[in-house]
């Protein structure tokens, strides 16, 4: 799973900031009309001259800078070399086509075909397919756009925004580059399984908000109360008095930080303080989502039941 998220995370990132991740399909393409597959280790040699397909698939089997900037055009040699961004791409391609030393099974190259690649994971049988799924081909021109699909048992897992790349390859001196590149979104709101999946996706993003939240706040509480057993002798429950003395970052206070998790959802409740021991615990108010707890231990502790006291009991540690 791993792979392929990483796979999907270089090329939204190829898009954004103008290099190439991408495929293309055109009309010379050889070949036999059914689709065929190569295994990543399998590497050819194109008797005929290099197709836009051929290109892009010669990046993703090895991308090292050299090839990399092969298929740059002229005006961006040395962008992988010389700029921060340039640097990111190489390192996020390389490790989403499996050189950085993760293993190569289950990812699949095809010559031909609607399918450019697929990555299935062998663990869970998790599958992640990215495809063609327009192609304007015209003479030293391809205007190309791509999605990715993702599979959990077979079942295609529906993407509410539907993303796609855009690539534009033109030739240059006989070569495949990337001339332009884009990213596009549709929001087909009168569509009900859209609806559904944008829905169930956005509620996920709050909860995974508001558990980074009831963290930080929880850290928050832990460093306070240090502090206060350092300069008062014992822990305290009123959040008054875990202020921070000096000039600090509104994370570093508690009570700042009770009102954030009260946006998203959370409360934070101190309880069992003395000299030597209190507990804090973040809690979402509507009873689904993680509990996020701590002690004066200072280990920072979750719980998915979204109960205190399962979390202190048996909570998985965050840290």
Same mark, same amino acid.
């Given at each position: 799973m791993r792979r392929m998220t990483m796979l999907l995370a270089a090329a939204v990132e190829w898009a954004i900031v103008g290099s190439a991740l991408g495929f293309a399909q055109t009309s010379t393409t050889p070949g036999p009309a059914a689709q065929s597959s190569t295994k990543a280790t399998t590497e050819a040699s194109p008797a005929a001259?290099?197709?836009?397909?051929?290109?892009?698939?010669?990046?993703?089997?090895?991308?090292?800078?050299?090839?990399?900037?092969?298929?740059?055009?002229?005006?961006?040699?040395?962008l992988v070399e010389k700029s921060p961004w340039g640097q990111q791409m190489f390192v996020g391609l390389s490790a989403a086509s499996g050189t950085s030393g993760a293993s190569h099974e289950g990812l699949e190259y095809f010559e031909?075909?609607?399918?450019?690649?697929?990555? %299935?994971?062998?663990?869970?049988?998790?599958?992640?397919?990215?495809?063609?799924?327009?192609?304007?081909?015209?003479?030293?021109?391809?205007?190309?756009?791509?999605?990715?699909h993702m599979f959990k048992n077979g079942e295609e897992q529906?993407?509410?925004?539907?993303?796609?790349?855009?690539?534009? $390859?033109?030739?240059?001196?006989?070569?495949?580059? +990337?001339?332009?590149?884009? +990213?596009?979104?549709?929001?087909?709101?009168?569509?009900?399984?859209?609806?559904?999946? $944008?829905?169930?996706?956005?509620?996920?993003?709050?909860?995974?908000?508001?558990? $980074?939240?009831? $963290?930080?706040?929880?850290?928050?509480?832990? %460093?306070? %109360?240090?502090?206060?057993?350092?300069?008062?002798?014992?822990?305290?429950?009123?959040?008054?008095?875990?202020?921070p003395t000096t000039k600090s970052r509104a994370t570093e206070d508690p009570a700042t930080m009770v009102e954030l998790l009260r946006s998203q959802g959370y409360k934070l409740t101190l309880s069992g303080c003395s000299a030597s021991a209190y507990r804090v615990v973040a809690l979402p108010t509507s009873g689904s989502g993680t509990a996020v707890c701590s002690d004066e231990s200072g280990a920072i502790r979750s719980s998915a039941s979204g109960k205190a006291l399962e979390c202190w009991q048996s909570g998985r540690p965050m840290k």
């Open positions: 001259p290099q197709t836009p397909r051929q290109a892009i698939l010669e990046i993703l089997r090895s991308p090292d800078k050299a090839t990399l900037e092969k298929h740059l055009p002229a005006a961006a040699k040395g031909s075909g609607p399918v450019l690649m697929r990555y %299935e994971d062998p663990k869970t049988q998790q599958r992640m397919e990215i495809t063609i799924e327009n192609d304007d081909f015209s003479g030293d021109q391809d205007a190309l756009e791509l999605s990715w529906a993407h509410w925004y539907k993303p796609r790349i855009l690539l534009n $390859m033109k030739q240059e001196s006989g070569i495949w580059k +990337f001339n332009e590149v884009g +990213f596009s979104a549709k929001l087909p709101l009168g569509d009900p399984e859209f609806l559904k999946a $944008m829905s169930k996706e956005l509620e996920g993003q709050q909860q995974q908000m508001g558990k $980074m939240y009831a $963290m930080m706040a929880v850290e928050a509480v832990n %460093e306070a %109360e240090q502090q206060r057993l350092k300069n008062a002798g014992s822990y305290s429950c009123n959040l008054q008095d875990l202020k």
